[in-house]
Structure formats: C-alpha cells, structure tokens
C-alpha cells in the first residue's frame, strides 16, 4: 500500500497551549491537502483544507501552514482544549486522482487538563 | 443533511467467506471512496466509484471489489477472507467532478476475520 503506518507520533500538550503537528509529504504532484481528526471508534472528521496554490490558510481555531519546497504540511491548534484529544492525519490527493486520499501515519494529541 | 452511513457497524467472519459492506453518500454527492484502516498499515486506499464507475483503484488484490448503484449508494465485497483482512472500512463521499474536493468519511464497518 501507499500509506505506512507504523508507530503512531504522540504529542502531549497542556490544556491552553498551542499545538502545532508536522506532517511531510510524498508526492510533488499532489495540489490539494487535508488535515482530519479521528477519535476512537469514529470515522475521520474534516478539518481544515488547502490547495497547492497556496501556503496558508486559517479557520477557527485552526491554521494549516504548506511549503511545497520541502512538501510539508503543518496544522496548528491554537488554544488547545481537552476535546482536540484524538489522532489527526494528513492526506494528499494526487493531481489528476480525485476521489484519491494518501494518508500520512498520524499524530496522537493528548490533551493535559 | 445527514452524514455518511455504512451498514453494518460490526462484523465477525471466518476465513474463507466472503463479505459485503454497504455506504450510503452524503444526498447529492455522487463520489464514493473506500478505505482499509489497520494498525499496521494506517489507512490506505481501495478504490473510488463516481457515476457508477469505478475512476481509481488502490492497491489491494482482486479479492477487493466494489460497486455503485444509480442512487450513488456503493457496496464494496471482500471474498475468501484472509486473517490480515480485519480492519476498519472506511467510505467518504464527495460531490467530486474533477477533484479537489473535501471527502467526508462515514463511521466506518469493523470487520473481525478469525
């Protein structure tokens, strides 16, 4: 498969404090990035998206930061509350494959309250 | 508008038999994509289905297929199950024509092989 998961990163961060997960990806061809969260038992939750064409965009709570020049991605969390505690994945859609997702392996956020 | 919905939840097979899964689209989306979650393997890509056609496939064995029906509801079959085949499936719906498209995920099928 295109996505290897092995063993999942994990950042602990206090209640308040900003967080900020690194995610790199694998193909220069990608032009669209989205960032998801998943807790235990459900399916992945939309976050935040870009496209290649840009290198930064905000939401509420949320900045998603790319450089295409070292194919990195960020998400930052700003303000982190006790139910950002989850696992948050990156993924990459290859140009030309829509309906495509290449999944980065994953963050574990833990929230301290 | 109501989310993703896969049927069932849970599902315990053994070796050998075969297995379909049901995902019902977000009402307009016509996109439908499966995934394999593992612990091992994360989440990786079985195929996608867009008007009833299937436009891009992963890279699992024929075993894996999939289908869409006219009302953009998609089934995805596993046969001869193998122990390795246990794992969350996933699907996400898109209105997706061209790509770049968000795809949001049901709550997957957890599927137990012994």
Redesign the interface.
Known sequence: GESVGLHLPTLSVQEGDNSIINCAYSNSASDYFIWYKQESGKGPQFIIDIRSNMDKRQGQRVTVLLNKTVKHLSLQIAATQPGDSAVYFCAEEPGNQGGKLIFGQGTELSVKP | KAG?TQTPRYLIKTRGQQVTLSCSPISGHR?V?W?QQ????????LF?Y?SETQ??K???PGRFSGRQFSNSRSEMNVSTLELGDSALY?C?S?P?????????????TRLLVL
Request: net charge negative; glycine share 20%.
């Open positions: 993703v996109s994509s995934y593992t612990p091992g393997q994360g989440l990786q890509f996608e867009f436009r891009n992963g890279n699992f996933l996400a898109s997706l024509t061209s790509g770049g498209e968000t795809q949001y995920f049901g709550p997957g």
